[in-house]
């Protein structure tokens, strides 16, 4: 059995006097393994796994899906010498291309998360276990649309540490986005290459969809061809949303989440 549950999101069921921030943090039990996905901006994290009956001292895995303050400032408030996965770009200092005083990167830097955590910078797909694994840096193949961020240099930052999670069932596989600034078709063609299986079970996460445009309506026509699930978090707008509902309902089995959701598969 594989479980999830949501940690943060920027939507809150408010059972249990749960917090929340605009950001994503899951832990997902799965074989062995019990990985922390995410960590959100803040503590809140840690606050809601306890009222949640999450123990995050049995984690043995971290991955972080980019490095944006939003997914990964939380993990100034974790300190395990368990294996941390993300892509080495994830420590980049970046900042919004409209107000260069919005510093958008993590605050730990790549020397202290070695100092933290075990490590493992990769551009390529991580084996986490036989069926679970990070899926690198992801090959954009359909459009992207990003928000204006630069880099330190000046360049425009086109978040190439942007990634995910896959998990190879029986059924078929999971995909785990953060904030899918790669794209989340990309993301799933990602995931069906690492596990050579064509059969899309679920896609949970932050989709980055904001607006109801073309290139909304290019992922729901892609989503209602190739995944039997969604469950939309966090940078996916209310009205986005309901647009997946609608053109997606009798097709496809949507759901958004909120913090303190569990998911079983």
């Known amino acids: 059995m594989i479980k999830i549950v949501i940690l943060n999101d920027t939507r809150n069921s408010n059972e249990e006097k749960l917090e929340n921030d605009d950001g994503f943090s899951a832990y997902i039990e799965v074989e062995n393994n ?8 803040s503590e809140k994290f840690i ?9 995050l001292n049995l984690v043995d895995t971290i991955v972080l899906s980019h490095g944006h303050f939003d997914h990964g ?13 993300a892509h080495p770009n994830c420590t980049l200092k970046r900042w919004w ?5 919005h510093y ?33 840096e992801i090959r954009r193949i359909y459009p992207v649309t990003l928000k204006k961020w630069v880099l330190e240099d000046g360049k ?3 978040v190439l540490d942007d990634s995910g999670m896959v998990i190879n069932t029986k059924e078929g596989i999971i995909v785990i986005a953060g904030c899918s600034h790669s794209g989340i078709c990309n993301i799933i063609e990602q995931a069906k290459r690492v596990t050579g299986k064509q059969k899309v079970l679920a896609v949970m996460g932050g989709f ?17 061809n190739n995944v039997e699930e969604v469950v939309l978090a966090h940078c996916t707008s209310d009205k986005v949303c309901s647009k997946f509902k609608e053109e997606l309902e009798g097709k496809v089995k949507v759901s958004v989440t909120e913090v303190g959701k569990e998911y079983y598969f």
Not at 47 to 55: D, H, I, P, T, Y
Not at 97 to 101: A, E, I, L
């Open 34 to 41: 019990k990985i922390l996905f995410d960590a959100g901006p």
């Open 208 to 224: 980055h969809l904001q607006e109801i445009d073309d290139n909304t309506n290019k992922v729901i026509e892609y989503i209602k």
């Open 73 to 85: 400032d939380g993990f100034k408030y974790l300190d395990k010498k368990v294996d941390f996965i």
């Open 104 to 136: 958008s990167g993590i605050q730990l830097t790549k020397e202290e998360l070695e100092n933290r955590y075990k490590v493992h910078f990769t551009k390529e797909p991580y084996t986490i276990n036989q069926n679970t694994y990070f899926l690198g």
């Open 156 to 158: 425009n930052d086109e």
């Open 47 to 55: 606050k809601n796994a306890e009222k949640l009956g999450v123990n």
């Open 97 to 101: 291309k409209d107000d260069h005083s």
